[in-house]
């Protein structure tokens, strides 16, 4: 796996969906200046604003990923309804200004604006600043070298690639997920100051300290569960934060907008720090030796060599500290602390109702059809208990070391509130404004 579009995507999405809905709002603002008017008040309906969003995301997908993107359209043009008021997958949209009274048309202009941005920021969408022919997207165009090679972790503090398969034979050598993070302009936060967020890393040339992070992975996977393998599954990997979405849209309206807060401190010190992840450390510091720890699908404990240990979740292809999940996780439930009124309302950490995760016999991704033997759930009530729980599931999953969880809630925390009046700006509800 190499550089990965999903990050730049997530941004493009989200940014390209509030630049799509806002102009159908009494008070809000795109947060890329589009050269369009706000809609009259009678354009400002649900209806206007889900055409203008879902044209916007195929448009964005299209730009972005145009195989996949293809492959939206044509899923589309398959069940769209007919009709005078039905979404116009392909819009006459050269009417000048005149066009924008189609909200498809808005949505298509969205789509093109952001996606403009962010390849001027630095995402390398086309490719071109890799090379100048046979340009692939998204490639790195830093010149980015491991310290370890895929076969030897002769460097033991620094990130190593790893090998992986499909599991039905097909297998590949990691290289650096996002290596031009450093190079990236941040949309929200401030370049200057929050860019230059940063957090000690731990003594990993210490013998007792190494053996103390790789020994506390190794006991929560000889302790894993039903409940444990589904707090990993969920809270570990970045599911978690669409999974969230979908369980206070109900209540408060949520949409992936809200999150997107931009993770450059911990993207950009991952590449800084460029530190070895528990899948090269474990096997680096037990080899022939014996540890009691998961043995894989259907085997649960056992013990085993040091070199067959594999990590319950998948193992991102970029150095492992700051945990960018644990950002994640806190840049997320910072933004509800604040979206509830912040300090000044003692219930802004809160959830009401509470979060409650709950998995049915043999959902599991990593174990399908074998976990949880029975049903199994967890519920969370606090924002300080998500994060926690988070942290938790990245070294329970085996991907993270402790340090790493600690450093990446205590890189980002804050993050959200530098930002919180560029938002509101944009959102002026968020600050109590109405039409």
Same mark, same amino acid.
């Given at each position: 796996?190499?550089?990965?579009?999903?990050?730049?995507?997530?941004?493009?999405?989200?940014?390209?969906?509030?630049?799509?809905?806002?102009?159908?709002?009494?008070?809000?603002?795109?947060?890329?200046?589009?050269?369009?008017?706000?809609?009259?008040?009678?354009?400002?309906?649900?209806?206007?604003?889900?055409?203008?969003?879902?044209?916007?995301?195929?448009?964005?997908?299209?730009? &972005?990923?145009? $195989?996949?993107?293809?492959?939206?359209? /044509?899923?589309? =043009? !398959?069940?769209?309804?007919?009709?005078?008021?039905?979404?116009?997958?392909?819009?006459?949209?050269?009417?000048?200004?005149?066009?924008?009274?189609?909200?498809?048309?808005?949505?298509?202009?969205?789509?093109?604006?952001?996606?403009?941005?962010?390849?001027?920021?630095?995402?390398?969408?086309?490719?071109?600043?890799?090379?100048?022919?046979?340009?692939?997207?998204?490639?790195?165009?830093?010149?980015?070298?491991?310290?370890?090679?895929?076969?030897?972790?002769?460097?033991?503090?620094?990130?190593?690639?790893?090998?992986?398969?499909?599991?039905?034979?097909?297998?590949?050598?990691?290289?650096?997920?996002?290596?031009? &993070?450093?190079? $990236?302009?941040?949309?929200?936060?401030? /370049?200057?100051? =929050? !860019?230059k967020r940063t957090v000690p890393k731990w003594d990993c040339n210490n013998a007792t300290t190494y053996k103390a992070q790789v020994d506390e992975v190794l006991a929560y996977s000889a302790a894993l569960n039903d409940t444990t393998k589904m707090q990993a599954e969920v809270l570990g990997p970045q599911p978690f934060a669409l999974i969230t979405i979908l369980m206070l849209r109900a209540s408060k309206g949520w949409s992936i907008t809200d999150i997107d807060l931009q993770t450059g401190p911990v993207l950009a010190t991952k590449l800084k720090t460029d530190m070895v992840r528990p899948a090269s450390a474990v096997r680096y510091l037990y080899g022939e030796t014996t540890v009691t720890a998961y043995a894989g699908k259907g085997q649960g404990t056992k013990k085993i060599p040091g070199k067959d240990w594999v990590p319950y979740l998948s193992t991102f292809n970029e150095g492992e500290f700051p945990s960018g999940a644990t950002c994640w996780c806190t840049v997320p439930n910072e933004w509800i602390h604040l979206w509830q009124g912040g300090d000044s309302n003692p219930n802004s950490n809160k959830f009401s109702p509470p979060l409650t995760f709950g998995f049915q016999p043999g959902c599991s991704m990593r174990e399908p059809f074998a976990s949880p033997v029975k049903a199994v759930s967890f519920t969370i009530s606090t924002t300080q208990e998500y994060i926690q729980k988070c942290k938790d599931a990245r070294v329970i999953g085996g991907v993270h070391f402790r340090a790493a969880v600690d450093a990446g809630q205590a890189i980002c925390s804050g993050v959200t509130k530098s930002v919180w009046g560029k938002i509101k700006k944009l959102c002026p509800k968020l600050g109590g404004k109405t039409c």
């Open positions: 796996a190499g550089s990965s579009p999903y990050i730049a995507q997530l941004s493009a999405w989200a940014l390209t969906g509030w630049n799509a809905v806002a102009l159908y709002d009494c008070q809000a603002l795109p947060a890329i200046d589009m050269g369009i008017a706000r809609r009259p008040a009678k354009q400002q309906t649900l209806l206007n604003r889900n055409k203008a969003l879902a044209a916007a995301l195929l448009r964005i997908h299209e730009l &972005a990923d145009p $195989i996949l993107g293809a492959a939206s359209r /044509a899923i589309m =043009e !398959g069940s769209l309804p007919k009709g005078k008021t039905a979404f116009k997958l392909t819009p006459d949209c050269s009417g000048g200004v005149s066009a924008y009274n189609t909200p498809e048309c808005v949505g298509i202009k969205a789509a093109q604006v952001t996606y403009d941005w962010l390849a001027a920021a630095g995402w390398n969408y086309n490719g071109s600043l890799s090379r100048q022919y046979n340009a692939q997207p998204y490639m790195d165009y830093t010149g980015y070298t491991p310290k370890n090679s895929p076969w030897d972790l002769t460097n033991p503090c620094n990130w190593q690639p790893l090998h992986e398969t499909d599991g039905r034979g097909k297998t590949w050598i990691q290289t650096h997920l996002l290596p031009y &993070a450093p190079n $990236i302009k941040p949309f929200f936060i401030d /370049a200057a100051v =929050e !860019g």
